[in-house]
């Protein structure tokens, strides 16, 4: 079965540090969402694309993360610097024109402290 | 994995026992719903949709049943077993827009 494949699994940092989680979507997939998941919020999208171009970054806090697709077959998340509440279940998903049902990664689980 | 919403309202099922997993949307203009299942670990699996204008679906053992009269979406499983166990999520998708994901439903089944 094709997979959205992300890395890595697990992140362990320390505040103030960078983080770069990354995301290989299903080939042919032309979007790709990141979502962050937590006990207290669950799923919340942070930044979706489509056909590479970034559409809504308005869940994302502007001034830390930045998400980008240098290409077709990578999507990055990355927190500059990170802190102890960026902590949580990063996912990405992926699906393709006209299909809603999009298929997740397994996501990272980053913990900064 | 991480254990994912501790404060999940919980269902718990005998094996065997058909599951109702409820979920109530806000959005009166969404026109498509989707149902996602989580294990522990894991991402959110895709499970059955429907569109609104359908009141029912079927798949393999589930059901979906929709009520946009109250904006109402259940989930039924039949002969719930072991491997059901996860945490469910319903997703409404207002028109050209994105997912709104609800707060999920922890599903345990009992031996």
């Known amino acids: 079965d094709a997979r959205v494949t992300q890395t890595p699994r697990h992140k362990v940092t320390e505040m103030g540090q960078e983080v770069t989680m990354r995301c290989q979507p299903i080939?042919?997939?032309?979007?790709v969402f990141w979502y962050r998941q937590t006990m207290m919020q669950g799923l919340e999208l942070l930044a979706y694309?489509?056909?590479?171009?970034?559409?809504?970054d308005s869940g994302m806090p502007k001034d830390r993360f930045s998400a980008e697709m240098p290409d077709a077959t990578l999507a990055t998340l990355k927190i500059q610097p990170s802190e102890p509440r960026d902590s949580a279940v990063y996912f990405c998903?992926?699906?393709?024109?006209?299909?809603?049902?999009?298929?997740f990664g397994s996501g990272t689980r980053l913990t900064v402290v | 994995g991480e254990s994912v919403g501790l404060h999940l309202p919980t269902l718990s099922v005998q094996e065997g026992d058909n599951s109702i997993i409820n979920c109530a949307y806000s959005?009166?203009?969404?026109?498509?719903f989707i149902w996602y299942k989580q294990e522990s670990g894991k991402g959110p699996q895709f499970i059955i949709d429907?569109?609104?204008?359908?009141d029912k679906r079927q798949g393999q053992r589930v059901t979906v049943l929709l009520n946009k009269t109250v904006k109402h979406l259940s989930l039924q499983i039949a002969a719930t077993q072991p491997g059901d166990s996860a945490v469910y999520f319903c997703?409404?998708?207002?028109?050209?827009?994105?997912?709104?994901f609800g707060p999920g439903t922890r599903l345990s089944v009992l031996p």
């Open positions: 998903a992926s699906g393709g024109t006209g299909h809603r049902g999009y298929t």
């Open positions: 080939l042919g997939h032309n979007t």
């Open positions: 694309f489509r056909n590479r171009a970034p559409l809504d």
């Open positions: 959005n009166s203009a969404s026109d498509y």
């Open positions: 429907i569109r609104s204008n359908m």
């Open positions: 997703a409404e998708i207002p028109w050209g827009q994105n997912f709104v």
